[in-house]
């Protein structure tokens, strides 16, 4: 068959990983790890919008800005009967709900790719929850107005602190092995 390239084994997977670390593969892992906190970041946010009463306002503010700004049509395209929900509202809340699974799919494969390609597991974990941390504290600032306080970025300070002492301890232990 012209065309056909035949599967890579595990084995041949491991000394490609191998040889992009060596090169320095490992800087390629951080941009990755970066993306995968940033999907993981926007899960949550998919997450409030499919439950949270202030989704309709989004909607509403959306389409009065975008599609029709100096119509009422907006509005009473989002309005329903008593005990009811729009079916506007209810089709977003799907979409929503299918873009959670949709983004932690996504930051899985790419915090998977990130371990292959770093040399150590703890320091992609550790860019990847402080990137999660940071992104989802700024987009729950501006999309729903939450606080964030000095205790909040103190307290997510020390948790990235205490990941990154835990990264350079076990760096220096798989060096001391190497080294014997």
Request: with cysteine; glycine share 4%.
């Amino acid at each position: 068959m012209s065309g056909h390239r035949p599967r890579k084994t595990t084995a041949a997977v491991r000394r490609q990983n191998a040889a992009l670390a060596a090169q320095g593969g490992s800087s390629a892992a951080i941009p990755t790890a970066i993306l995968a906190g940033t999907f993981a970041a926007l899960a949550s946010v998919f997450a409030k919008l499919t439950l949270d009463a202030r989704t309709v306002e989004f909607l509403q503010y959306a389409c009065n800005t975008v599609l029709a700004p100096t119509t009422p049509y907006c509005t009473s395209f989002f309005i329903a009967k008593e005990d009811e929900t729009s079916p506007v509202v209810v089709a977003v809340r799907s979409a929503c709900f299918a873009l959670i699974f949709i983004c932690n799919a996504a930051m899985w494969t790419l915090f998977t790719k990130a371990l292959n390609r770093s040399k150590s597991s703890a320091t992609v974990t550790v860019i990847n929850s402080a990137a999660n941390f940071c992104i989802t504290a700024v987009l729950g600032y501006v999309l729903f107005s939450e606080p964030l306080a000095l205790q909040w970025w103190f307290g997510a300070s020390l948790i990235v602190a205490g990941s990154v002492l835990v990264s350079s301890n076990e760096a220096n232990a798989s060096s001391k092995k190497k080294k014997e």
